[in-house]
């Protein structure tokens, strides 16, 4: 079945520890987005990727590092310069309209 | 600045008991207006795309409207398994990070 794969599910990170987020598609898909959701708020967008080799920061990029080597894959670093990293994280693709967005099952990180 | 704003932050019903959730937004130039549905834990679901005023879309027991200021999504006769959070997004260009998402309604239908 064609769709995205998040991983972990969970993470605990301590603080000053960098740590990557994997995301992976099989939908075919050129473009792939991170989002994060914190409890109150709507996602907002960390890095997008429309093709391989090349991506662009979102609202909150900050403390965030991603790469794009191959189409299906699209890592998230969180560094330990993010300074409020405890969050759900989401991973996305799309083809076409970027509002019509698959996602991932996110990755629930927490900073201890 | 865009905003998007959903109403109400939380709603309760009793199974079979219609009703719609609202999503107002204020744009300047709309692309796109999208819903999705995000259960406990998981990611969101995409569900409908609305592009201009007067645009209806079914889906089973949800149905999705909008007007130059906001959008419904209404649920008639809902079920328990309609319980879920349900997000509005706008699209205000081309790029992706044109894409301003609302804070979300909380849905629980009680059998």
């Known amino acids: 079945d064609g769709g995205i794969t998040q991983s972990p599910k969970y993470l605990f990170r301590k603080e000053g520890q960098n740590v990557t987020l994997s995301c992976e598609q099989n939908?075919?898909?050129?473009?792939m987005y991170w989002y994060r959701q914190d409890p109150g708020q709507g996602l907002r967008l960390i890095y997008y990727s429309q093709i391989v080799n090349d991506f662009q920061k979102g609202d909150i990029a900050e403390g965030y590092s991603v790469s794009r080597e191959k189409k299906e894959s699209f890592p998230l670093t969180v560094t330990s310069a993010q300074k409020n990293p405890t969050a759900f994280y989401l991973c996305?693709?799309?083809?076409?309209?970027?509002?019509?967005?698959?996602f991932g099952q996110g990755t629930r990180l927490t900073v201890v | 600045e865009d905003q998007v704003t959903q109403s109400p932050e939380a709603l309760r019903l009793q199974e079979g008991e219609s009703s719609s959730l609202n999503c107002s937004y204020t744009?300047?130039?709309?692309?796109?207006l999208f819903w999705y549905r995000q259960d406990p834990g998981k990611g969101p679901e995409f569900l409908f795309t609305?592009?201009?005023a007067g645009e209806e879309k079914e889906k089973e027991r949800l149905k999705a409207t909008i007007t130059k200021k906001e959008s419904f999504l209404h649920i008639t006769a809902p079920k328990p398994e309609d319980s879920a959070t349900y997000l509005c997004?706008?699209?205000?260009?081309?790029?992706?990070?044109?894409?301003?998402f609302g804070k979300g309604t909380h849905l629980i239908i009680q059998p």
């Open positions: 997004a706008v699209q205000v260009g081309w790029r992706a990070d044109g894409l301003t």
């Open positions: 939908l075919n898909h050129d473009a």
């Open positions: 744009v300047s130039g709309l692309r796109g």
């Open positions: 609305l592009y201009s």
């Open positions: 996305a693709s799309s083809v076409g309209t970027v509002g019509e967005a698959f």
